[in-house]
């Protein structure tokens, strides 16, 4: 299965938007972004809600536990 970041930047790469577009829904810098897709940081809770909320998916399937 795939790890959250390769879901994070499938999601991101399919609605065909950019890390600063997903920063900015997120009110953090593309940075810091791009360290959560690239793995160098962790993704706090309150984005990975975010996130879900915004693609319309489950925590389990962002997580990578779900298909």
Do not use: W
Request: aromatic share 8%; net charge negative.
């Amino acid at each position: 299965m795939k790890e959250y970041r390769e879901i994070m930047r499938d999601l991101r790469e399919d609605h065909d938007l950019k890390q600063a577009d997903i920063a900015a829904i997120l009110k953090t810098t593309q940075q810091i972004y791009s360290n959560y897709e690239n793995g160098v940081n962790e993704m706090p809770i309150r984005h990975l809600i975010t996130l879900c909320k915004f693609y319309h998916v489950s925590a389990d399937y962002m997580l990578g536990l779900d298909k």
